[in-house]
């Protein structure tokens, strides 16, 4: 079992910035790839980026590519997503999730939500001003 939890949103101005941190426990957090998986209100949920087990390997969605940046601590199992430069649209709750991949593809992330199998709480991230 794998619990995860998120922190760091809040409330920040059009242009400002963020630092979400999901804190992973359990058994084995550095077998997992992580995700952070958003929501806002009437969307489905999207990936806005992942990371691999062995931190080689990172996505983004196109429209977060150059303002959001994601980073692996697995000292501290603890994955981080930088957000600059932030919009109106990236009001969400925002989700980090987790997928322990075959060993092989310790380098794989995905960027489909249904990948992950295990999440935290969320994080609510308002842009607004």
């Known amino acids: 079992q794998l619990q995860l939890v998120e922190s760091g949103g809040g409330l920040v101005q059009p242009g400002g910035s963020l630092r979400l941190s999901c804190s992973a426990s359990?058994?084995?957090?550095?077998?997992?790839?992580i995700g952070w998986i958003r929501q806002a209100p009437g969307k489905e949920r999207e990936v806005v980026s992942c990371i691999s087990a062995n931190g080689e390997s990172a996505r983004a969605l196109d429209a977060v590519k150059g303002r959001f940046t994601i980073s692996r601590d697995s000292a501290k199992s603890t994955v981080g997503l930088q957000m600059t430069s932030l919009r109106p649209e990236d009001t969400a709750v925002y989700y980090c999730g987790a997928r322990r991949n075959a060993a092989e593809h310790k380098d794989y992330c995905g960027m489909g939500s249904w990948e992950y199998d295990y999440w935290g709480q969320g994080t609510q991230v308002t842009v607004s001003s």
């Open positions: 359990g058994f084995g957090p550095e077998n997992y790839a």
